[in-house]
């Protein structure tokens, strides 16, 4: 608990009280009083070199705060499920639209009927597709970066759970859109500008999108765990991200063969907004009332003031070498979401030409990636558990084991002559889903409850604005090297995530210099 105002003037207080309150008391039942305030006294100083703590954690005992894991689960099941047919809908759409193919012949394309015209076709279609998706990144990354700038204000003012809600609204309106664009194309064969899915991301990229939800998803942990108990809820919190990503990815290709792309779009969008009521139904709001100030107005101050007070809080000198290893960390995050982001946006396209898997093959290879990480994850909980008996660095552990993962699978996929070898590097990358979570827990650890909305927030802006570098980058990269080795890109993602490793050494270096004062935080 913290300390109140004074509380150690009041410890000495009373301490000289209960030394001359009662003259005819013995001496030894004063001088063990004494003893036992001036104990108190020497714990209560302590308390002031040890890292901050949470003023009010929510009762253990209130079973909606395990919630929050499967809310997640279901959005990104949500978006996995629509993922792969986005794209592919793209695609489709600007081969009648874009170019005039007929709409049969536009169908053929990424399916197992493909022939050596469709294949031509497809090279001439994708730089246009690829178009397209940038413009969409594009997009995800202004407009949710300006509103993000807001995310931490908001859910230190407000809290978590309006937050929260707010970014499934957005969701579930933007495949809402997607299905009524997806369901028009359908009905004009297939004759509906591709464009048009630019229109359908505003909705969520005007509160956040992406920014928003990690931001109060994480702070919500902070709040309701606290000790080593965060480390495990930030591991349940990525495997939620992980298993909802494998559902949606393994029910997609089945849903869309069975069905359209319109029905796919739908179910996305129903799913979200149930979750959404559900959250207002049975999710508490995590930040304690007398923490939340409801006066005054989120843009009651300048875009510029507040980018200054999101900086002086992730820039602000503190003890040890606790800013230092905040920035590191942070920057080991903005590596890994910028090559998670410039990667994606090319790989399906790249998986297309270079091995010619349709819809469902590539998704079916999304689930095996997705399966093997998230049971690595469940594996994580016992291994960090087993860590901490016999080294005090065990967070930090798990995420350089996590980064050597994502480096050598990357390796793999760059050199893979035949499709199989692709699965070999899923087995290499099987600790990839620990990084990100190990990250935010030392996060969490090193920084107090009321500054790390503001933390997170800064960083989800930052990692908003990072696909604006890293898809332009990925698809110039992927476009030069298309008729030579479209899987260049691949050595890049391995060199960045080899620099990560080198800066979580970086850090382990430096706190071994105090390992007494660190240890909660990567114990």
Known sequence: MMEEPHAHENLVAKASKLKGDDPE?????????????????????????????DPLILNPQSLGIYLLEPFILILLFA???????LKNEVIYQSCTAGFGYPDNVCQLLGSKNAT????????????????????????????????????????DRYGRKPLLMLSFLGYGLQYLNSAIIAYCSKLNHGLVSPWWYVLSIIPPSFVGSSVTYPVAAVCFIGDVSEGRARSYRMIAYELAIYVGLLLGSFGSGYAYEATDSYIVFSISAVSILTALFLIKVLLPESLPLRSQTGTGSITDTSVISLLKNLWKTCWKSREHKNRFILLTIMVVLLLTAFVSDGSNSVFYKFMRIKFHWTVKQFTQYETVSILVPAVA?????????????????????????????????????AFAMVDWQIYVAIGLGVFKSLVNPMCRTMITNLVPADERGKIFSLLGVLQALSPLISSTLYVAIYTLTLNSDPGIFNFFSAFLYGIGIILLGIVWHTKSRNQVYYEPVFK
């Open 79 to 85: 978006y996995n499920f629509s993922s792969t047919v």
């Open 377 to 413: 994850g469940f594996g994580g909980v016992l291994f960090i558990w087993t860590l901490r008996k016999c080294t005090k660095s065990a967070i930090i552990l798990l995420a350089l084991v996590s980064l050597l993962s994502h480096c050598s699978s990357s390796l793999i996929k």
């Open 116 to 155: 050596n015209e469709t294949k031509r076709i497809e090279e001439i279609v994708q730089p246009y597709a690829a178009k397209v998706t940038l413009v969409m990144r594009l997009v995800e990354c202004f407009i949710p970066a300006f509103c993000g700038l807001f995310a931490g204000a908001w859910a």
């Open 25 to 53: 008391s013995g001496s030894n039942s004063s001088q063990e009083s004494l003893n036992e305030s001036l104990s108190s006294l020497d714990a209560a100083i302590r308390t002031t070199t040890e890292l901050p703590r």
